[in-house]
């Protein structure tokens, strides 16, 4: 462990109460050793907990505490690992008692989580990320009367960070993988991983779901939960991974990812009914299994189609109920808004029927996740309420990725509240900024708060797939943006001379960069020498401190600052389709319709999420004539589609287009067809056709042929497919 502790940082005067008169146990004087590190018993927890104790003491006060094994105690000693009942899993008590420190464990990792508290409560060390602790350097540590006693208040506590591979910063934020948890990891989505649909789906496609009319077997398709062939099979593959996992016991049985994809069947479908919810077929074949394999725990989503609790069957003790709240919007608590209650309706459901509750609760843009995303005034709410109905595992999903919106900030109080959501927030919040931006913390708290009023006075709901564009009106008006940048102008002039907390204001500052180059993409009035400058600013921050992507699809930076140049920025030549007048024949989902007059034709192009400026059509065929109001000579013509297979959107099956003078007699000009495209990056696809020689037109009719529904390996199999259409170009 001894090679962890990158930088170190230290500050202002020795506070430590080296002479207390409270003083129970002297660690060290003057830099020399007084204390010994005891391990109650060789468990590795309890070595890692002593390692740690003993390199932060030496980094603090420059003197080596040894770790030792013996029962004859002395004064001084700092007892590590004795068991206790005062605390429960993860928990720990600290207590001194006949000139001894006792760093006590409730179980698992007690003893190692007692160190981090001792750490930061009594000797000033504070984490920010896996290379940034600040403490101040004393020769004398002693410690002071103790007795206090903790356990989590969830026994189970999962976030995303960049930092968290790192393993003190890991144990510092006292979180936990699933991999610890569940067998051969897995925890989520697993139906295709213990029945692969590759593997059965030829010879028993009755295994799977029966969704318009046929068995679709497939990766995203689901479990026919009420053949009894299904547990059967299911039985045997668990057999062997039981065998050759005997050291955990949890293992999730659960939906592949995708809505409505739950098996229609008759059989199934009455369940279903009787029970008021897919997830009582769900809960019944998890119990058949539970009842199976009684030493074992089951893990099940409640999760889109099957989130509802059933209404007759419960589910046994060793069940687990992982609650996912993703429907939700996050301007305002849970309890406060339509999608919220609807999902507080689910989970006081659940919290009636079950003790052993796993939710899953965002704080993510997905599309964007170097974005605003002003959602602290909710955590600490939202976590209560889940620990309130009786959720004993949570996963707070935040992103976790350099450059995410106060990503640093927000794995922290997230860590923090997991562990007890009833501490004051504001002195968490606080103390964090202070540590990790230093003398720019209050032009940072200025800036959180003024966003957090903005988004609840806008009445915009907040989003987990947003887009800036969402709020270009609200939170992110101009009137603001300025502002902001006026409060992270001052923050940066704030710590100019303290290289790493500039760096952290400028690394919190690129949510508000990318917002501004996002939206600038929407206007023609932009002054884009101003938005260059900017975007060859984001290009050389991101580069500089690591951003690997801009959103849940892996779509990198240095991507976006290319295709920005080509595809945002005003281009040289334009085309001849700009402002032409479109004529339906098979028009756009309603949704669509009101922009899709202009959309088309207006110049601007779509970004990587479809909330503004593309024109969706939902598995139907899309027609349209294009007037360029005189005839015009022209080569090419092209369309540009968006890819975004997470949010069902896929390729169409081809464009074809012909063109005409008089709107009377059309003839064939070229078509393109789409090459299928398993990718989960976000792509623009043009379809493009060429005439080897310039013809002369004034209308052009596009006919797009849709795919009709979505492909058995995609999430929204036996469903109508989109297809997202933005500019079209005449060159
Ligand atoms: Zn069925």
């Known amino acids: ?43 590795e927890t309890n070595r890692e907990a002593a390692e740690l104790l003993q390199d932060f ?26 068991p206790t009942d005062r605390a429960g899993e993860d928990g720990f008590r600290l207590l001194t008692e006949e000139g001894r420190l006792h760093i006590q464990t409730g179980g698992d990792k007690g003893a190692l989580y007692g160190v981090v508290d001792l750490l930061e409560q009594e000797l000033g060390v504070s984490c920010f990320t896996a290379d940034y602790f600040r403490f101040e350097k004393c020769p004398s540590l002693t410690i002071p009367k103790l007795d206090r006693a903790e356990t989590p208040a969830f026994r189970y506590r999962q976030t995303q960070s960049y930092s968290a591979s790192d393993p003190i910063y890991k144990a510092w ?29 030829k010879a028993h496609p009755e295994y799977y779901s029966f969704i318009n009319g046929e068995r679709r077997p497939g990766n995203h398709s689901q479990w026919c939960l009420t053949n009894p062939e299904v547990f059967e099979a299911a039985v045997h593959q668990l057999d062997s991974i039981f065998a050759a996992n005997p050291d955990l016991k949890m293992i999730s049985i659960s939906q592949n990812d995708g809505n409505n994809t739950q098996c229609a069947c008759e059989e199934c479908r009455k369940v279903d009914e009787y029970e008021g919810s897919p997830s009582g077929n769900l809960v019944r074949f998890l119990n058949k299994l539970a009842e199976h394999y009684p030493d074992k725990e089951f893990s099940t989503l409640a999760y889109l189609y099957s989130m509802q609790p059933p209404k007759h069957v419960k589910p046994l003790p060793n069940v687990n109920i992982m609650l996912c709240d993703i429907d939700c919007k996050r301007e305002v608590p849970l309890t406060d808004n339509e999608s919220g209650r609807y999902f507080m309706q689910a989970l006081e459901g659940w919290s009636r029927i079950s003790n052993n509750i796993y939710v899953w609760d965002y704080g993510i843009n997905f599309d964007n996740m170097v974005a605003p995303f002003p959602n602290f005034h909710i955590i600490q709410k939202n976590i209560q309420l889940f620990k309130e109905h009786h959720a004993t595992m ?67 709901p907040l989003w987990i797939y947003d887009s800036p564009i969402s709020h270009k009106d609200g939170l992110l008006c101009p009137q603001l943006l300025k502002r902001y940048n006026e409060l992270f102008d001052k923050a940066e002039q704030a710590v100019a001379s303290d290289k790493d907390r500039l760096d952290h204001v400028r690394l919190s500052r690129l949510p508000l960069l990318y917002s501004e180059l996002e939206i600038a993409r929407t206007r023609t009035d932009n002054d884009w020498e101003a938005i260059r400058q900017k975007l060859e600013l984001f290009h050389e921050r991101t580069a500089q401190f690591g951003v690997k992507t801009l959103n849940e699809r892996n779509n990198p930076p240095a991507e976006y600052y290319t295709l920005y140049k080509e595809r945002f920025l005003p281009q040289a030549e334009q085309s001849k389709a700009l402002g032409a ?7 756009p989902a309603k949704t669509y319709q009101p922009i899709a007059d202009k959309a088309l ?10 909330v503004e400026s593309w024109v969706g059509w939902e598995g139907k065929d899309a027609a349209f004539i294009l007037d360029l109001g005189e005839e015009k000579t022209f080569s090419t013509l092209s369309t540009d589609f968006l890819h975004q297979l997470g949010a069902w959107i896929l390729l169409p099956k081809s464009v074809t287009y012909s063109i005409s003078s008089d709107k009377q007699t059309f003839r064939p000009f070229g078509s393109f067809a789409f090459e299928e495209d398993r990718d989960v990056k976000v792509k623009f696809v043009k379809g493009t056709a060429t005439s080897p020689s310039p013809v002369k037109a004034r209308y052009i009719k596009v006919e797009i042929e849709t795919l009709g529904l979505c492909p058995s390996w995609h999430y929204g199999v036996g469903y109508p497919a989109w297809f997202f259409l933005d500019e079209v170009e005449v060159r």
């Open 1 to 43: 462990m001894a090679n962890l502790l990158k930088r170190m940082h230290l500050a202002g005067l020795c506070l430590c109460a080296a002479f207390s008169l409270e003083a129970q146990v002297m660690m060290t004087q003057d830099g020399r050793p007084m204390a010994r590190i005891v391990l109650a018993s060789s468990e």
């Open 57 to 82: 003491v030496g980094r603090i006060s420059g003197a080596e505490l040894p770790i030792i094994e013996t029962k004859k105690l002395k004064a001084n000693d700092i007892v590590v690992g004795e």
């Open 173 to 201: 934020y006292r979180l936990e993988e699933p991999n610890e948890e569940f067998i051969s990891n897995l925890w989520v989505h697993t139906f295709d991983r213990i029945l692969p649909s590759a593997r059965f789906g």
């Open 394 to 460: 949570h996963f707070s999903q935040i992103g976790g990725v350099r450059g995410g919106d106060f990503m640093e900030l927000r794995a922290y109080l997230v860590s923090k509240l997991m562990w007890d959501p009833y501490q004051d927030m504001d002195s968490l919040v606080n103390h964090f900024l202070e540590g990790y931006y230093g003398e720019a913390a209050p032009y940072l708290r200025q800036y959180m708060d003024i966003q957090e009023g903005a988004l609840l006075a806008s009445h915009q």
């Open 581 to 587: 007048k479109v004529e339906w024949i098979l028009p």
């Open 601 to 610: 034709t207006d110049g601007l192009y779509g970004g990587t999420t479809y």
